[in-house]
């Protein structure tokens, strides 16, 4: 069974940066994801990486200011979070994918973690 451990998240002003880490319990070659949740909306796509960090995807709100990437020497997935805004205010949830190819398809990710919590002040 995969076990997947976010960290990393916390409180930062508007236009500050968080660097969220996700620690899975074993290797694993398939694609990786994060999503977020806020308060009363659904859980959305945030970014993805392939299983070798060489291809990504973005969701649109989040182009060229979040950044994806993964070691798996380490078992690691990273986002690099840089001008924050309120509205990125939310739990964010990493996840692995039964594919190789970065996807932005919830149906697509068969383990989560338990999230980590990001709130942006403005």
């Known amino acids: 069974q995969v076990q997947l451990v976010e960290s990393g998240g916390g409180l930062v002003q508007a236009g500050g940066s968080l660097r969220l880490s996700c620690v899975a319990s074993?290797?694993?070659?398939?694609?990786m994801g994060w999503f977020r949740q806020a308060p009363g909306k659904e859980r959305d796509f945030v970014a993805s990486?392939?299983?070798?960090?060489?291809?990504?995807s973005y969701a649109d709100s989040v182009k060229g200011r979040f950044t994806i990437s993964r070691d798996n020497a380490k078992n690691t997935v990273y986002l690099q979070m840089n001008s924050l805004k309120p509205e990125d205010t939310a739990i964010y949830y990493c996840?692995?994918?039964?594919?190789?190819?970065?996807?932005?398809?919830?149906?697509?990710?068969?383990?989560w973690g338990q999230g980590t919590q990001v709130t942006v002040s403005s």
């Open positions: 990486v392939n299983w070798n960090g060489a291809s990504t």
């Open positions: 074993v290797r694993i070659f398939s694609a």
């Open positions: 996840a692995n994918s039964y594919s190789s190819n970065p996807s932005d398809r919830r149906s697509e990710y068969l383990h």
